[in-house]
């Protein structure tokens, strides 16, 4: 009997394929949502903010409840998908889901600081679902102060599908503001890096200087204003610098001399 050992002989390429298929990511899924319904909570949101590193351009929070007899397919963390891919879904999303969307302006960010200004974006957007939920997943490790419980997840926009959902919303949002910002602001290049710090962005900031819709406390674009409207830095006092204070009496002191002085 002869044996076509081809079938079974792996093939070189076996061993990379196999390493790459442990090393992917698994996508995001529905199960803790499917948990807590189970349970007979409902509704259930999950909630993500897109923006927190950019220069330039607001924060852009979304919350989304998921309808579980119409979860559009191919719903992943937004990173993970190609900006044609996630206009795709954010039409699906909307259509079959409750979406709300909250935004937090630069003022906000410069006058609270970027993590609050974020989380702030993240609770309007929960308390503006059309209905309220009883369970708020959110990405990230913070909790917001929501009525109902609130569960924070590491890395949840690639675990709940949930936060994907709201992922996909908040990033197709953005990026669709920073491109009408850049018909006000032309010459930044705001509909390609969306007001991130790459190069480009940092050489326009140079070069033009800040607009309204940067960021002004992140250091690039506190530089640029320094440099361009100097008379808007107010200066910072030297801590180590010695002053030299004059005193004068305005009565003479007598002092009285030991005897024999």
């Excluded at 949930?162 to 503001?177: F, M």
């Excluded at 018909?183 to 200087?209: I, M, N, S, T």
């Excluded at 819709?213 to 440099?227: E, G, I, N, Q, Y």
Aim: hydrophobic share 45%.
């Amino acid at each position: 009997m002869i044996r076509d050992r081809s079938a079974t002989k792996p093939t070189k390429d076996a061993p990379a394929k196999a390493a790459a298929k442990k090393a992917a990511p698994a996508k995001a899924s529905f199960r803790r949502e499917r948990a807590l319904i189970k349970r007979g909570i409902w509704p259930i949101a999950g909630c993500d903010e897109a923006g927190r590193g950019p220069l330039a351009g607001p924060v852009v929070a979304a919350a989304v409840i998921l309808d579980p007899d119409r979860i559009p397919r191919g719903i992943d963390d937004s990173k993970r998908l190609t900006a044609e891919e996630r206009e795709r879904l954010f039409d699906r999303i909307c259509a079959t889901a409750q979406v709300s969307v909250a935004v937090a302006s630069p003022a906000r960010i410069d006058r609270d600081n970027i993590l609050r200004a974020s989380l702030w974006a993240l609770k309007r957007a929960v308390v503006a679902l059309p209905e309220a939920p009883r369970h708020v997943f959110v990405d990230g490790r913070d909790r917001l102060d929501t009525p109902c419980d609130c569960e924070a997840v590491i890395g949840g926009d690639g675990i709940v599908l949930s936060i994907a959902a709201a992922s996909i919303v908040a990033k197709v949002t953005r990026d669709r503001l920073m491109c009408a910002l850049a018909q006000d602001c032309p010459g930044y290049g705001f509909e390609q890096h969306k007001g991130y710090g790459v190069p480009e962005h940092l050489d326009a900031l140079d070069r033009l200087g800040p607009t309204v819709h940067h960021r002004s406390f992140f250091a690039p674009v506190a530089a640029a204003r320094a440099k361009h409207m100097p008379w808007t830095v107010e200066p910072v006092p030297d801590l180590f610098e010695v002053a030299v204070v004059e005193v004068q009496a305005e009565t003479p002191v007598e002092i009285d001399a030991p005897a024999g002085l």
